[in-house]
């Protein structure tokens, strides 16, 4: 297999190269490709306006299809484009607590006491009792507390806990738990694979680490999950026949698609699928590899100066707790990333700390970049 010149990937990210950027976490910079495909499709709205609204839908389909098995889905009916994890995952809690109701089932949810507010807050919302746990005991709390719903991110945003999705799948199967997973900080990372995981439903926000903008969220429902039950909300695209433009017609797919309730984000899909032929052609593996790497080196370079907070292994790999998160605890962060951000080096505030993201296009003179920065500063 070819090898990868990473620093030739990185020439595709002028932020990356103009500035020590390790904000991925937050939000990822787009790449010239990218860019260039928002480029194509604004110019065709200014040149054509809509007269050639097909090529979109046409677009969109083959995105879908490209996004389904890159998640691994049985079908792309199982894949639908949302505009953020909060909407997505309200489909979702909504769509579950009405079902569940009617059958007499109680709301609960077993989820972790790290999580972004995007994954427990819908739940919250629709009158589910959430029980949070630390993200490290998870799996063994389903063992212990056999709920029916577990609700988790893949990479906790803050200390860039990585959950091992197959074994947490594989554990939530034997308990008969179903898995709904904010993919958010791993999707354009680490494999995620539905089927493998034995996942329920998942979203991911698309701007960190898929590079691809603002406004894209990606939902994958299980056709058995929407076979089920019946979308909770509702709106002109996701009845079975939109194009018979009934006002009176309330016949909702039974698929993940019907999230698209009106007209979406066309141009923000394209961008997706354009960072995710990139994905295919570097190899997500191989992506992962290298962000564990970098994040490996980031961990060893910055435990000499400060305390990192986040769960780290010698032998990082795809099982690991690691990823490319990770937390430093510093007094007066804010003042710090400022100061940092002044010197070209940005890095977000979070918790109280500062996070530290790195993903393939970064290098270990990034990383140096930024030990020296601090040393200046503690
Ligand atoms: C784990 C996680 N989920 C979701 C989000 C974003 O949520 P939303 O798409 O609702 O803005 C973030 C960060 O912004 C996050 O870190």
Known sequence: MKTIDWDQERQDFPAALSHTYLLTAA??????????????????????????????????????????QFLSASSPQEVGFSNSTSMAM??????????????????????????????TVPWLYQGFEVSQVPAAQLIAEIERQRPTLVVTSAVQFGTGYRQDLKLLGEVCRQNQAQLIVNATQALGAFPVSVKECNITALTATCHKWMCCGYGLCLLYVANELSAAM????????SVKDPL???????????????????????????????QLQTIERLGIDRIASRILDLSKYAHQEL?????????????????????????????DAEAIAQKLGEQNIYVSVRQGGLRIATHYFNNHHDVDRLVDGLKGLL
């Open 27 to 68: 939000v990822g910079p787009i790449s010239s490709p990218v860019y260039r495909a928002y480029e194509r499709h604004y110019r065709g709205l200014l040149e054509n306006g809509d007269y050639n609204w097909l090529d979109n839908v046409n677009m969109l389909d083959q995105v879908r299809v490209r996004a389904a």
């Open 90 to 119: 309200n489909y979702l809690a909504t769509m579950m607590a009405r079902h569940l109701r009617s059958r007499g089932v109680p709301l609960r949810i077993l989820s972790c006491q790290e999580e972004f507010p995007s994954t």
């Open 230 to 237: 019946t979308p909770a909300l509702a709106g002109w695209l």
């Open 244 to 274: 018979a433009m009934n006002n009176r017609s309330v016949e909702v797919k039974n698929e993940a698609t019907a999230v698209e309730m009106g007209i979406p984000g066309f141009a923000t899909i394209g961008a997706f699928g354009q």
């Open 303 to 331: 435990s000499a100066i400060c305390r990192v907070a986040s769960t780290r292994t010698n032998s990082p790999n795809l099982s690991s707790p690691d990823s490319g998160i990770l937390m430093l605890q510093i007094n």
